[in-house]
Protein backbone atom coordinates (compact mmCIF):
# COMPACT_ATOMS: atom_id res chain seq x y z
CA UNK A 1 0.00 0.00 0.00
CA UNK A 2 1.73 3.11 -1.29
CA UNK A 3 1.64 5.95 1.28
CA UNK A 4 1.65 9.67 -0.54
CA UNK A 5 2.98 12.36 1.81
CA UNK A 6 3.47 16.09 1.19
CA UNK A 7 4.32 17.59 4.55
CA UNK A 8 7.45 18.97 3.51
CA UNK A 9 5.39 21.38 1.28
CA UNK A 10 5.26 23.67 4.18
CA UNK A 11 1.98 25.86 4.22
CA UNK A 12 3.40 28.92 6.17
CA UNK A 13 1.41 30.01 8.76
CA UNK A 14 1.52 33.00 11.50
CA UNK A 15 2.04 32.47 14.96
CA UNK A 16 -1.68 30.92 17.09
CA UNK A 17 -3.40 29.82 13.46
CA UNK A 18 -6.19 27.56 14.32
CA UNK A 19 -4.85 24.99 11.58
CA UNK A 20 -3.15 22.13 12.84
CA UNK A 21 -0.39 21.88 10.17
CA UNK A 22 1.98 19.66 11.94
CA UNK A 23 -0.32 17.04 12.27
CA UNK A 24 0.93 15.82 8.52
CA UNK A 25 4.62 15.49 9.52
CA UNK A 26 3.89 13.92 12.54
CA UNK A 27 1.40 10.88 10.91
CA UNK A 28 4.18 10.23 8.56
CA UNK A 29 6.96 9.89 11.30
CA UNK A 30 4.18 7.56 13.24
CA UNK A 31 3.73 5.28 10.15
CA UNK A 32 7.28 4.89 9.67
CA UNK A 33 8.14 4.15 12.96
CA UNK A 34 4.85 1.40 13.27
CA UNK A 35 6.47 -1.36 11.24
CA UNK A 36 3.38 -1.97 9.25
CA UNK A 37 5.14 0.21 6.05
CA UNK A 38 8.51 -0.03 3.89
CA UNK A 39 10.51 3.05 3.36
CA UNK A 40 9.65 2.93 -0.09
CA UNK A 41 5.88 2.86 0.70
CA UNK A 42 6.58 6.36 1.02
CA UNK A 43 6.14 8.78 -2.23
CA UNK A 44 6.36 12.05 -3.02
CA UNK A 45 3.46 12.54 -5.59
CA UNK A 46 3.99 14.89 -8.85
CA UNK A 47 1.64 18.47 -8.41
CA UNK A 48 -1.54 18.46 -9.64
CA UNK A 49 -1.34 20.26 -13.27
CA UNK A 50 -3.17 23.07 -14.87
CA UNK A 51 -4.99 20.62 -16.94
CA UNK A 52 -6.07 18.54 -13.85
CA UNK A 53 -7.54 21.42 -11.64
CA UNK A 54 -9.15 22.92 -14.44
CA UNK A 55 -11.84 19.64 -14.74
CA UNK A 56 -13.00 20.73 -11.62
CA UNK A 57 -12.26 24.33 -10.88
CA UNK A 58 -13.20 27.93 -12.72
CA UNK A 59 -9.81 29.30 -14.85
CA UNK A 60 -10.77 32.65 -13.02
CA UNK A 61 -10.11 31.26 -9.76
CA UNK A 62 -7.00 29.21 -10.52
CA UNK A 63 -5.52 32.31 -12.12
CA UNK A 64 -6.46 34.05 -9.06
CA UNK A 65 -4.82 31.51 -6.45
CA UNK A 66 -1.60 31.04 -9.11
CA UNK A 67 -0.93 34.62 -9.19
CA UNK A 68 -1.49 35.46 -5.45
CA UNK A 69 -4.48 38.09 -6.96
CA UNK A 70 -7.24 36.91 -4.94
CA UNK A 71 -8.84 39.79 -2.82
CA UNK A 72 -8.74 39.67 0.92
CA UNK A 73 -12.25 38.21 1.09
CA UNK A 74 -11.58 35.45 -1.04
CA UNK A 75 -8.49 34.95 0.73
CA UNK A 76 -10.36 34.93 4.41
CA UNK A 77 -12.80 32.60 3.25
CA UNK A 78 -9.87 30.28 2.45
CA UNK A 79 -8.47 30.93 5.95
CA UNK A 80 -4.57 30.72 4.73
CA UNK A 81 -2.58 33.68 3.51
CA UNK A 82 -1.33 33.72 0.36
CA UNK A 83 2.62 32.70 -0.45
CA UNK A 84 3.86 30.94 -3.20
CA UNK A 85 4.56 27.88 -0.68
CA UNK A 86 0.56 27.80 -0.44
CA UNK A 87 -0.07 27.16 -4.04
CA UNK A 88 2.94 24.39 -4.47
CA UNK A 89 1.50 23.13 -1.22
CA UNK A 90 -2.13 22.75 -2.82
CA UNK A 91 -1.04 21.64 -6.09
CA UNK A 92 1.08 18.73 -4.47
CA UNK A 93 -2.04 17.70 -2.08
CA UNK A 94 -4.16 17.36 -5.06
CA UNK A 95 -1.45 15.60 -6.46
CA UNK A 96 -1.35 13.12 -4.09
CA UNK A 97 -4.90 12.08 -4.01
CA UNK A 98 -4.45 11.87 -8.11
CA UNK A 99 -1.78 9.72 -7.59
CA UNK A 100 -3.39 7.43 -4.95
CA UNK A 101 -6.16 7.20 -7.06
CA UNK A 102 -3.81 5.61 -10.07
CA UNK A 103 -2.25 3.48 -7.88
CA UNK A 104 -4.88 2.11 -5.98
CA UNK A 105 -6.85 0.81 -9.02
CA UNK A 106 -4.18 -1.12 -10.38
CA UNK A 107 -3.23 -2.41 -6.38
CA UNK A 108 -6.25 -1.95 -4.75
CA UNK A 109 -5.47 0.90 -1.88
CA UNK A 110 -3.55 3.93 -1.42
CA UNK A 111 -3.89 6.83 0.53
CA UNK A 112 -2.95 10.57 0.34
CA UNK A 113 -1.30 11.54 3.53
CA UNK A 114 -3.05 15.02 3.54
CA UNK A 115 -6.21 16.28 1.26
CA UNK A 116 -9.84 15.53 1.61
CA UNK A 117 -9.84 19.94 0.87
CA UNK A 118 -13.80 19.18 -0.13
CA UNK A 119 -14.98 22.78 0.87
CA UNK A 120 -13.29 24.10 -2.21
CA UNK A 121 -15.61 24.87 -4.74
CA UNK A 122 -15.45 25.53 -8.69
CA UNK A 123 -14.60 29.32 -8.31
CA UNK A 124 -13.90 29.89 -4.83
CA UNK A 125 -11.52 28.04 -1.76
CA UNK A 126 -13.43 27.97 1.91
CA UNK A 127 -12.56 26.26 4.84
CA UNK A 128 -9.02 25.84 4.62
CA UNK A 129 -9.60 24.47 1.38
CA UNK A 130 -7.96 25.73 -2.08
CA UNK A 131 -8.25 22.94 -4.27
CA UNK A 132 -10.63 20.44 -4.56
CA UNK A 133 -8.65 17.01 -4.07
CA UNK A 134 -11.42 14.62 -4.46
CA UNK A 135 -13.49 15.92 -7.18
CA UNK A 136 -10.01 16.69 -9.26
CA UNK A 137 -9.14 13.30 -8.95
CA UNK A 138 -12.27 12.13 -9.67
CA UNK A 139 -12.76 13.69 -12.78
CA UNK A 140 -9.26 12.61 -13.82
CA UNK A 141 -9.82 9.08 -13.24
CA UNK A 142 -13.33 9.52 -15.65
CA UNK A 143 -11.14 11.35 -18.14
CA UNK A 144 -7.92 9.24 -18.03
CA UNK A 145 -10.69 6.33 -18.72
CA UNK A 146 -9.60 4.34 -15.67
CA UNK A 147 -12.75 4.15 -13.77
CA UNK A 148 -16.09 4.38 -15.08
CA UNK A 149 -18.01 5.29 -11.66
CA UNK A 150 -16.32 7.14 -8.69
CA UNK A 151 -17.57 7.59 -5.46
CA UNK A 152 -16.70 9.77 -2.91
CA UNK A 153 -17.25 8.45 0.41
CA UNK A 154 -17.02 11.91 2.79
CA UNK A 155 -16.77 10.82 6.28
CA UNK A 156 -15.68 14.25 7.57
CA UNK A 157 -17.64 15.76 10.44
CA UNK A 158 -18.32 19.17 8.09
CA UNK A 159 -20.05 18.54 4.99
CA UNK A 160 -18.55 17.65 1.46
CA UNK A 161 -19.89 21.10 0.07
CA UNK A 162 -17.74 21.70 -2.40
CA UNK A 163 -17.43 18.20 -3.84
CA UNK A 164 -21.32 17.99 -4.31
CA UNK A 165 -21.15 20.92 -6.61
CA UNK A 166 -18.53 20.13 -8.41
CA UNK A 167 -19.62 17.00 -9.19
CA UNK A 168 -23.60 17.46 -9.30
CA UNK A 169 -25.65 16.41 -12.28
CA UNK A 170 -22.34 13.95 -13.37
CA UNK A 171 -23.82 10.23 -13.65
CA UNK A 172 -20.30 8.62 -13.34
CA UNK A 173 -19.94 9.92 -9.74
CA UNK A 174 -21.81 9.77 -6.30
CA UNK A 175 -21.31 12.24 -3.70
CA UNK A 176 -21.78 10.99 0.15
CA UNK A 177 -21.56 13.09 2.93
CA UNK A 178 -22.29 11.81 6.66
CA UNK A 179 -21.82 15.12 8.40
CA UNK A 180 -22.99 17.19 11.65
CA UNK A 181 -26.37 18.92 10.77
CA UNK A 182 -25.65 22.16 12.93
CA UNK A 183 -21.59 22.44 11.12
CA UNK A 184 -20.10 24.40 9.13
CA UNK A 185 -20.57 25.19 6.50
CA UNK A 186 -24.32 26.67 7.69
CA UNK A 187 -25.68 26.90 4.07
CA UNK A 188 -25.65 22.98 3.25
CA UNK A 189 -24.99 21.57 -0.79
CA UNK A 190 -27.08 19.19 -2.30
CA UNK A 191 -24.57 15.82 -2.25
CA UNK A 192 -26.42 12.89 -3.78
CA UNK A 193 -26.52 11.33 -0.29
CA UNK A 194 -26.48 13.50 2.75
CA UNK A 195 -26.81 11.78 6.08
CA UNK A 196 -27.61 14.61 8.62
CA UNK A 197 -26.32 14.00 12.48
CA UNK A 198 -27.42 15.51 15.70
CA UNK A 199 -24.97 17.48 17.87
CA UNK A 200 -23.39 14.40 20.49
CA UNK A 201 -24.40 11.63 18.26
CA UNK A 202 -22.18 9.02 19.12
CA UNK A 203 -20.64 5.32 17.73
CA UNK A 204 -24.10 3.06 17.71
CA UNK A 205 -26.20 6.02 15.53
CA UNK A 206 -23.18 6.87 13.58
CA UNK A 207 -22.18 3.32 12.74
CA UNK A 208 -25.98 2.44 11.86
CA UNK A 209 -26.74 5.83 9.53
CA UNK A 210 -22.99 5.04 8.03
CA UNK A 211 -23.79 0.83 7.05
CA UNK A 212 -27.46 2.79 5.72
CA UNK A 213 -25.75 4.72 3.24
CA UNK A 214 -22.66 2.41 1.96
CA UNK A 215 -25.48 -0.16 0.82
CA UNK A 216 -26.63 2.74 -1.31
CA UNK A 217 -23.60 3.32 -2.31
CA UNK A 218 -22.35 -0.07 -3.10
CA UNK A 219 -25.97 -1.76 -4.43
CA UNK A 220 -27.26 1.80 -5.86
CA UNK A 221 -24.56 3.34 -7.71
CA UNK A 222 -21.96 0.29 -7.60
CA UNK A 223 -18.98 2.36 -7.92
CA UNK A 224 -15.57 0.87 -9.10
CA UNK A 225 -13.11 3.55 -7.05
CA UNK A 226 -13.80 4.81 -3.99
CA UNK A 227 -12.09 8.08 -2.89
CA UNK A 228 -12.75 7.84 1.52
CA UNK A 229 -12.51 11.00 3.43
CA UNK A 230 -11.62 9.57 6.38
CA UNK A 231 -11.65 12.87 8.30
CA UNK A 232 -10.76 12.70 12.33
CA UNK A 233 -13.07 15.43 13.30
CA UNK A 234 -15.95 13.63 14.57
CA UNK A 235 -14.01 12.23 17.33
CA UNK A 236 -15.64 13.38 20.72
CA UNK A 237 -12.56 15.10 21.47
CA UNK A 238 -12.36 17.40 18.63
CA UNK A 239 -12.88 21.45 19.09
CA UNK A 240 -14.68 21.62 15.91
CA UNK A 241 -16.77 18.47 15.64
CA UNK A 242 -19.62 18.57 17.87
CA UNK A 243 -20.46 14.80 17.27
CA UNK A 244 -19.06 12.16 20.10
CA UNK A 245 -17.15 9.51 18.39
CA UNK A 246 -14.78 7.10 20.82
CA UNK A 247 -11.65 6.64 19.28
CA UNK A 248 -12.91 2.71 19.05
CA UNK A 249 -16.20 4.30 17.13
CA UNK A 250 -14.00 5.90 14.05
CA UNK A 251 -11.71 2.91 14.09
CA UNK A 252 -14.72 0.52 13.37
CA UNK A 253 -16.36 3.23 11.06
CA UNK A 254 -13.03 2.94 9.12
CA UNK A 255 -13.12 -0.55 8.95
CA UNK A 256 -16.53 -1.21 7.71
CA UNK A 257 -16.11 1.22 4.76
CA UNK A 258 -12.23 -0.44 4.06
CA UNK A 259 -13.57 -3.69 4.43
CA UNK A 260 -16.87 -3.27 2.03
CA UNK A 261 -14.43 -2.09 -0.63
CA UNK A 262 -12.06 -4.82 0.03
CA UNK A 263 -15.40 -7.51 -0.23
CA UNK A 264 -16.94 -5.98 -3.00
CA UNK A 265 -13.14 -5.72 -5.06
CA UNK A 266 -13.43 -2.02 -5.04
CA UNK A 267 -10.29 -0.07 -5.27
CA UNK A 268 -10.19 2.97 -2.75
CA UNK A 269 -8.33 5.76 -2.07
CA UNK A 270 -7.83 7.50 1.41
CA UNK A 271 -7.19 10.93 1.91
CA UNK A 272 -6.86 12.14 5.71
CA UNK A 273 -9.50 15.22 5.82
CA UNK A 274 -9.87 17.28 9.08
CA UNK A 275 -8.90 16.46 12.28
CA UNK A 276 -8.61 19.22 15.18
CA UNK A 277 -8.47 17.26 18.36
CA UNK A 278 -8.11 19.78 21.48
CA UNK A 279 -4.56 17.42 22.17
CA UNK A 280 -3.04 17.15 18.30
CA UNK A 281 -1.41 13.50 19.11
CA UNK A 282 -5.35 12.08 19.09
CA UNK A 283 -5.38 13.10 15.62
CA UNK A 284 -2.80 11.79 14.50
CA UNK A 285 -3.94 8.77 15.95
CA UNK A 286 -6.81 8.57 14.67
CA UNK A 287 -5.32 8.98 10.99
CA UNK A 288 -3.06 6.48 11.50
CA UNK A 289 -5.54 4.10 12.93
CA UNK A 290 -7.45 4.47 8.83
CA UNK A 291 -4.08 4.04 7.51
CA UNK A 292 -2.94 0.91 9.76
CA UNK A 293 -6.50 -0.39 9.06
CA UNK A 294 -6.14 -0.30 5.32
CA UNK A 295 -2.69 -1.74 5.52
CA UNK A 296 -4.14 -5.02 7.17
CA UNK A 297 -6.54 -5.34 4.58
CA UNK A 298 -4.45 -4.92 1.66
CA UNK A 299 -0.58 -5.30 2.65
CA UNK A 300 1.42 -3.27 1.27
CA UNK A 301 3.04 -3.84 -2.01
CA UNK A 302 7.11 -3.29 -2.46
CA UNK A 303 6.76 -3.04 -6.34
CA UNK A 304 7.09 0.37 -7.88
CA UNK A 305 5.00 2.97 -7.92
CA UNK A 306 2.78 3.14 -11.70
CA UNK A 307 3.51 6.36 -13.57
Known amino acids: ?????????????????????????RLRQRLEANGLFPANAFCVPEAATDAEILRAHDAAYLAGVQSGTLDAAAMRRIGFPWSAAMVERSRRSAGATLAACRTALIDGCAANLA????????????????????AIAALAMIAEGRARRVAVIDCDVHQG???ATILAGNPATFTLSLHGAKNFPFHKAASDLDIELADGTADAAYLAALDQALVQV??????????YLAGADPYEGDRLGRLALTRAGLAERD???????????VAVAIAMAGGYAHHIDDTVAIHATTLETAARLWPTSTEDTPA
Open 1 to 25: MKLFYTDHFVLPLPPGHRFPMEKYA
Open 218 to 227: FDGFGPDLVI
Open 255 to 265: RRVLATCRAAG
Open 115 to 134: GGTHHAHRDFGSGFCVFNDA
Open 161 to 163: DGT
